[in-house]
C-alpha cells in the first residue's frame, strides 16, 4: 500500500537553530498534510497542500511541496523551545478520508 | 464547541474482556477515523469513515469493529482484549472540502492497557 516515508526519525538543535524535516512518497500524493504532536499530546493539523510547487508559509514555519507531488518539506526558522514535539506528514488519500502518516521527526530544542 | 470528545481517558482491561471506546464530534464532520499510536510506530489507522453507515478497514483492523449509526458518533469495539491492543487511541474527524477530507481534528486520546 501507500507509504510515506519521513526523515529524520531524530532532530536535535539548539534554540535559534533551523530544522528541517522530509517526507518522500514512491507514488504520487493527492495532498499532503502536516501535523505537530506535543509530548503527552495529540496530532494537531498544521497546513495541507493540494497544489504541484505549492509553498506555504506560518510565521516561522514553512511548507512545501515538490513539483511531482512525491514530497515534502517542512522547515522552521530559529526554533524555539515551544517548537518541541513530534511533526508528521500524511498522505491525504484518497475522497474516502483514508489519511496514512508518516513516521514523524521527533524535535528536541535545547535552551 | 467541544470538538472530538473521546471515553474513557484511560482504561485497564484484562485479556479477553471486550469494551468500547466513545468517540463523539459536534462538528458535523463526515469523515472520521480511529488510530493507534505505538512507540516507534507512528500513527497507524484502524477503521474510517466517510459518513453515517459507511466505514472501511485500515491497515491495522484485526480485534476492532466500528459502526456509524449517525454522524456525529464512532465507537470502537474491542471484541477481546490482547496485551498487543495496549496502545493510545485516537479517534479523529474532517469536514469535507473539495471532495475530500480536510485536515483532521484530533480527540485527546484514550490510553489503553491490556494486562
Known amino acids: 500500500g501507500q507509504q510515506v516515508m519521513q526523515i529524520p526519525q531524530y532532530q536535535h538543535v539548539q534554540e535559534g537553530e533551523d530544522f528541517t524535516t522530509y517526507c518522500n512518497s514512491s507514488?504520487?500524493?493527492?495532498?499532503i498534510q502536516w501535523y505537530k504532536q506535543r509530548p503527552g499530546g495529540h496530532p494537531v493539523f498544521l497546513i495541507q497542500?493540494?497544489?504541484?510547487?505549492e509553498v506555504k508559509k506560518q510565521k516561522r514555519l514553512t511548507f512545501q511541496f515538490g513539483e511531482a507531488k512525491k514530497n515534502s518539506s517542512l522547515h522552521i526558522t530559529a526554533t524555539q523551545t515551544t517548537d518541541v514535539g513530534t511533526y508528521f506528514c500524511?498522505?491525504?488519500?484518497?475522497?474516502?478520508?483514508?489519511?496514512?502518516f508518516g513516521q514523524g521527526t521527533i524535535l528536541t530544542v535545547h535552551p | 464547541n467541544a470538538g472530538v470528545t473521546q471515553t474513557p481517558k484511560f482504561q485497564v482491561l484484562k485479556t479477553g474482556q471486550s469494551m468500547t471506546l466513545q468517540c463523539a464530534q459536534d462538528?458535523?464532520?463526515?469523515?472520521m477515523s480511529w488510530y493507534r499510536q505505538d512507540p516507534g510506530m507512528g500513527l497507524r489507522l484502524i477503521h474510517y469513515?466517510?459518513?453515517?453507515?459507511?466505514?472501511d478497514q485500515g491497515e491495522v483492523p484485526n480485534g476492532y469493529n466500528v459502526s456509524r449509526s449517525t454522524t456525529e458518533d464512532f465507537p470502537l469495539r474491542l471484541l477481546s482484549a490482547a496485551p498487543s491492543q495496549t496502545s493510545v487511541y485516537f479517534c479523529?474527524?474532517?469536514?469535507?472540502?473539495?471532495?475530500?477530507?480536510?485536515?483532521?481534528?484530533f480527540g485527546s486520546g484514550t490510553r489503553l492497557t491490556v494486562v
Open positions: 479523529a474527524s474532517s469536514y469535507s472540502w473539495q471532495g475530500g477530507p480536510y485536515g483532521y481534528t
Open positions: 507514488t504520487t500524493l493527492s495532498n
Open positions: 497542500l493540494v497544489k504541484s510547487g
Open positions: 500524511a498522505d491525504g488519500g484518497t475522497s474516502y478520508g483514508k489519511l496514512t
Open positions: 462538528m458535523n464532520h463526515e469523515y
Open positions: 469513515s466517510v459518513g453515517a453507515g459507511i466505514t
